[in-house]
């Protein structure tokens, strides 16, 4: 089936540093979102992107919907942390339904004190 | 407001059990949907309803995995009978069809064991 490439697949960080993550397709998506999952959580929503080279910021997050339509990436400014957990990208496909939203693989952020 | 709620949150159980995972989403929501999440093959869609009728269940594993929506607050995950390689840990998340962009809201998960 479809899939998302997210990378990288892990991340080890000082705190305070930047982070950058990002997901790519084959296929052209109208819709990207961004999701964090704590341990024994399930994944909350960060970001939603809907149109093509759209920019959101949430706090010290930002993340851009690629104007290929074909990729995204999140950025974490100054990480602290609490933002240790599992970043995931999520598309859905151009004219999809809910149905159609498919999940990258998931970036594990670990931030180092 | 409360969110998409599930149980059991935890569940072991011995190979050829049935297990049932409950979820509740959240009111005013018409699509629910079943995921499974494991470390090798990530988020998997099971099933998704629209307005409490299965829409596309491609994703079920085999027939040893079913899911009914009775009314628009409850849903089941049912497995029967259960194995090892059913080990995972299943979401339901809920979102309004038709609503901008459609996000979901996931609950915090069944984690299953399967001895």
């Known amino acids: 089936g479809q899939q998302l490439n997210q990378s990288p697949q892990s991340m080890f960080i000082q705190e305070g540093e930047d982070v950058s993550m990002n997901c790519t397709s084959s296929s052209i998506f109208n819709t990207w979102l961004w999701y964090k999952q704590d341990p024994g959580e399930g994944p909350v929503l960060l970001i939603a992107?809907?149109?093509?080279?759209e920019l959101t910021s949430n706090g010290r997050l930002t993340a851009q919907f690629g104007i290929t339509r074909k990729d995204s990436f999140l950025n974490i400014s100054a990480s602290i942390p609490s933002d240790v957990g599992i970043y995931f990208c999520?598309?859905?496909?151009?004219?999809?339904?809910?149905?159609?939203?498919?999940f990258g693989k998931g970036t594990k952020l670990s931030v180092k004190p | 407001d409360a969110g998409v709620i599930q149980s059991p949150r935890h569940e072991v159980t011995e190979m050829g059990q049935e297990v049932t995972l409950r979820c509740k989403p959240i009111?005013?929501?018409?699509?629910l949907f079943w995921y499974r999440q494991t470390m090798m093959r990530g988020l998997e869609l099971l099933i998704y309803?629209?307005?409490?009728?299965?829409?596309?269940d491609s994703g079920m594993p085999e027939d040893r995995f079913s899911a009914k929506m009775p009314n628009a607050s409850f849903s089941t995950l049912k497995i029967q009978p259960s194995e090892p390689r059913d080990s995972a840990v299943y979401f339901c998340a809920s979102t309004l069809a038709g609503g901008i962009g459609g996000e979901l809201f996931f609950g915090e998960g069944s984690r299953l064991t399967v001895l």
């Open positions: 992107l809907y149109k093509a080279g």
């Open positions: 999520a598309g859905r496909n151009y004219g999809g339904s809910q149905g159609n939203l498919i």
């Open positions: 009111s005013g929501h018409n699509s």
């Open positions: 309803f629209n307005n409490n009728v299965p829409i596309d």
